[in-house]
């Protein structure tokens, strides 16, 4: 029989590995940013075109490579920064593994430019799927230039199981953030072409923050630092009135790397316990700074996840360093064991001490207490206490209720009625002729506002109010671009929005008649792009989707209390909507408690 193992070419082994590091454009953009930094840059370039598809340029001032060692770098296992299998637990770097260029030159055209300070020339290497072109001396300033051109050319496969150019672009600004926001020491521009998309100048870390993410952000922050024998840990988090339903603001670094950790998330999501929606996330640009020998980074291809030697330790930590930090900002309640309230004891000289005075009635005897009396304080505390327990009965009886009917009103049979009772702040009650209706607030305060929301972005009328000073909001890059996306579906609502650069929206004008319940603009923005992003509908459906998500920001919520004339209005506005029965986002608005199923309380 046959022999059937034999080894892989190299070029087929290339491609293999490159399939664990280079998974898209924004793989490549990481690394090679990566290994910019490891080399000393105090500036980068990043220029890419097509979402990285045709090309991604990376452009350093570093210290450069020498010929024999630009050579090396396209070699499988080559690496400068470790010699033994004891290095690995004392990685301080991060391009360290010596794959990269390797597995990038396998699936891609490749152009290394790089000298030394020391070096006359450049020199120019070109590699083309593993195959080296050419050797050549160049002119360039002291660095490295790497070129990554049309990836995955020779694996058609791979090339079209590539996203749309947005879906790949949010792919690589990620990357982008998560090596600029801990590299805050170093420049950073980023070029589509040759458009200037944006700059990140040599800062702090919260002006770094600031300039990635908006300059809204700034309000937002919560600093946190503590230091352990063990650990060090210090950072961001964001308020928990910014929560947000998506996880796109959550930045984890073990020794400036990004990495992501269940277990550590789960903490901190656990230290803004009762201070988010169950349905938001925290944000937050937490650093940690561990031993190395402490931590296994070696255990998945980009280096994303890690293993610590005592994860618990780490995750107590944070939690607790995040609780003291929204303690001391007010944002929960905190104790103080340390304070202990001063007590003053100065006396006047000058005043004469008088033993304190017990005034006694003789003639008082509690036997001689009027019937009549008796009967009126036993009879008033009884009402009181049949009165307190019917109030308790209602309240408990929302969890106790019997199942409700399915069937609907009847608008025309629907009797108006002054007898309003509101239950938990949840729930509006009221008599109708079958029986007893129970509406959900939030859900028929929604419905209200996406039908006027909706008339307003049907009729061509001016429907705005216009604001004295007009207001302006930062986004980040990628929010940017969504912005830019629904914007008209937000003027056609009635704002007035217009775009002035530099991922920079001015708010003139804001819909005519809609209670904006006291929230700013930027807050009611910034929720709507959350939905947006998190509902995944198609273009078609965009002016439902945003029109939706403002009346879920804008509407009642559950625990708003109302008086008697604003729930009798609420109820009237719902039974003239378009769709009293349902909310605009499929849950049922109200249901009737049948007469014949009140027997069942009692």
């Keep these: ?141 002291v660095g490295t230039n790497i070129a990554v051109k049309d990836i995955f050319f020779n694996i058609p496969a ?75 840990i210090h950072g961001f988090v964001i308020k928990p009135e910014y929560s947000k339903k998506t996880r796109g603001e959550q930045y984890l670094f073990v020794n400036n790397r990004f990495i992501r950790s269940a277990y550590i998330n ?13 349905d938001s996330f925290p944000g937050y640009f937490i650093f940690i700074e561990i031993n190395p020998a402490e931590i296994d980074i070696n255990i998945h291809p980009t280096k994303t996840e890690i293993k610590f030697r005592d994860e618990r330790m780490v ?39 008088k033993i304190p005075q017990i005034k006694v009635d003789p003639n008082f005897n509690p036997f001689k207490r009027s019937s009549h009396s008796i009967s009126s304080v036993s009879k008033n505390n009884s009402i009181n206490r049949w009165e307190n327990i019917s109030v308790e009965k209602n309240i408990s009886s929302e969890s106790s209720i019997p199942a409700l009917e399915n069937t609907l009103i009847n608008t025309d049979s629907y009797e108006s009625s002054e007898n309003y009772i509101q239950i938990g702040r949840r729930y509006i009650v009221s008599s109708v002729k079958s029986g007893l209706l129970l509406v959900d607030q939030h859900a028929a305060s929604m419905r209200i506002l996406f039908d006027k929301l909706i008339n307003k972005s049907q009729t061509s009328s001016n429907n705005s109010n216009m604001l004295m000073f007009p207001e302006t909001i930062n986004f980040s890059v990628t929010d940017a671009r969504l912005m830019s996306e629904i914007s008209d579906e937000l003027n056609k609502c009635g704002f ?27 807050q009611i923005l910034e929720s709507v792009l959350e939905d947006y992003k998190s509902s995944g509908l198609v273009k078609n459906n965009r002016n439902d989707a945003v029109i939706l998500s403002m009346a879920r920001k804008l509407s009642l919520k559950h625990g708003d209390f109302l008086n008697r004339e604003m729930m009798q209005l609420l109820i009237s506005e719902l039974f003239a909507s378009s769709n009293p029965e349902v909310a605009p986002d499929g849950k049922r608005i109200y249901s009737i408690v049948n007469v014949d199923n009140l027997s069942k309380w009692l």
Excluded at 54 to 67: A, N, P, S, W
């Design 315 to 353: 995750a107590a930590v944070i939690a607790s360093s995040i609780r003291k930090s929204l303690g001391t900002n007010n944002m929960m309640p905190s104790i103080d064991f340390e304070t202990e309230p001063a007590i003053d004891f100065t006396l006047d000289p000058n005043r004469a001490v």
């Design 496 to 522: 007035v929005i217009s775009y002035l650069g530099k991922e920079m929206f001015s708010v003139s004008a804001v819909p005519e008649n809609i209670d904006l319940r006291g929230l700013k603009i930027d």
């Design 1 to 141: 029989m046959a022999d059937v193992i034999k080894l892989l070419p190299d070029a087929v082994a290339n491609q293999i590995a490159a399939g664990e590091v280079v998974q898209r454009p924004a793989s490549v953009v990481k690394e090679l940013l990566e290994n910019a930094i490891d080399a000393g840059a105090k500036s980068i370039d990043l220029i890419f075109k097509e979402s990285g598809k045709t090309l991604i340029q990376v452009i350093d001032d570093g210290k450069g490579m020498t010929v024999a060692d630009a050579r090396m770098a396209f070699e499988r296992h080559a690496t400068s920064k470790i010699n033994s299998a004891e290095d690995l637990f004392a990685i301080k770097s991060f391009g360290f593994r010596g794959e990269a260029l390797s597995s990038i030159a396998s699936v891609a055209r490749v152009s290394l430019k790089t000298r030394q300070a020391e070096m006359d020339a450049g020199i120019e290497i070109v590699n083309e799927g593993s195959k080296f072109i050419s050797q050549d001396f160049c002119a360039m300033p």
């Design 158 to 232: 791979r090339r079209q199981f590539l996203k749309s150019d947005n879906v790949e672009m949010k792919h690589i600004w990620e990357e982008i953030y998560r090596v600029a926001i801990p590299n805050y020491n170093i420049e950073f521009k980023v070029f589509d072409g040759n458009k200037s998309l944006a700059t990140y100048t040599e800062s702090n870390l919260q002006q770094r923050i600031v300039s990635v993410f908006g300059k809204n952000h700034q309000q937002k922050l919560l600093p946190f630092a503590q230091d352990t024998d063990y650990v060090k």
């Design 266 to 278: 789960a903490a901190i999501r656990n230290a803004f316990s009762g201070l988010i929606a169950s």
